[in-house]
């Protein structure tokens, strides 16, 4: 019968994924006319604990590039972007949120720019899309089988027998030097 013994070990005890698409509005200091271009820039973001679920807070600016005046001036919105989404991440059997353990969030994919729309006045809506990753680390036990028994010791043996030893010496010419260096 095998003996068994467990080993506490830091592992990845849930993980999960979310897309998020998100409507934000603006307002800029001129009446837009057209936009010309939206970068998002600057994502930053960390995980924490919040009960049973997993909290991920961040921020990214955005930048539109307008025109206004009839086309004629250019102008860009600065503006930052504060999240906090939650995650409900599915945990392995026997996990304990209540423990210590580890958030680790991963950007899957950055924030990017799906439309801008310019509304009433100098209100510009626009739409940003991300998908986040949680994976969550905390303590585990694995339980392993062990034998008692050592494995036996391989014998090393060399390669070169008694024979292979005989021939070389026969072999040998002990002349060899001295023939060669009357040749020369």
Same mark, same amino acid.
């Given at each position: 019968?095998?003996?068994?013994?467990?080993?506490?070990?830091?592992?990845?005890?849930?993980?999960?994924?979310?897309?998020?698409?998100? $409507?934000?509005?603006?307002?800029?200091?001129?009446?837009? $006319? &057209?936009?010309?271009?939206?970068?998002?820039?600057?994502?930053?973001?960390? =995980?924490?604990?919040?009960?049973?679920?997993?909290?991920?807070?961040?921020?990214?600016?955005?930048?539109?590039?307008?025109?206004?005046?009839?086309?004629?001036?250019?102008?860009?919105?600065?503006?930052?972007?504060?999240?906090?989404?939650?995650?409900?991440?599915?945990? +392995?059997?026997? $996990?304990?949120?209540? =423990?210590? !353990?580890?958030?680790?969030? +991963?950007?899957?994919?950055?924030?990017?720019?799906?439309?801008?729309?310019?509304?009433?006045?100098? $209100?510009?809506?626009?739409?940003?899309?991300?998908?986040?990753?949680?994976?969550?680390? =905390?303590?585990?036990?694995?339980?392993?089988?062990?034998?008692?028994?050592?494995?036996?010791?391989?014998?090393?043996?060399?390669?070169?027998?008694?024979? &292979?030893?005989?021939?070389?010496?026969?072999?040998?010419?002990?002349?060899?030097?001295?023939? !060669?260096?009357?040749? =020369?």
């Amino acid at each position: 019968m095998a003996a068994y013994k467990e080993i506490v070990t830091k592992a990845v005890v849930g993980k999960g994924k979310k897309h998020f698409k998100n $409507t934000y509005t603006a307002n800029a200091e001129n009446t837009p $006319t &057209t936009i010309l271009g939206c970068w998002v820039i600057n994502h930053k973001f960390g =995980g924490y604990k919040a009960n049973d679920k997993i909290g991920v807070k961040g921020s990214f600016d955005i930048n539109i590039w307008y025109s206004y005046d009839g086309d004629t001036k250019t102008a860009v919105i600065n503006q930052k972007i504060d999240y906090d989404d939650l995650f409900s991440v599915k945990l +392995r059997e026997n $996990t304990d949120l209540s =423990g210590d !353990t580890d958030i680790i969030v +991963r950007s899957l994919k950055q924030p990017t720019c799906l439309d801008v729309n310019i509304k009433d006045g100098n $209100t510009v809506s626009f739409s940003i899309e991300k998908e986040l990753g949680v994976e969550i680390v =905390g303590e585990t036990k694995v339980k392993i089988a062990i034998e008692e028994d050592e494995e036996p010791w391989e014998e090393i043996v060399d390669e070169v027998d008694e024979e &292979t030893l005989n021939e070389i010496d026969e072999n040998v010419n002990e002349d060899y030097i001295k023939s !060669t260096d009357q040749e =020369g």
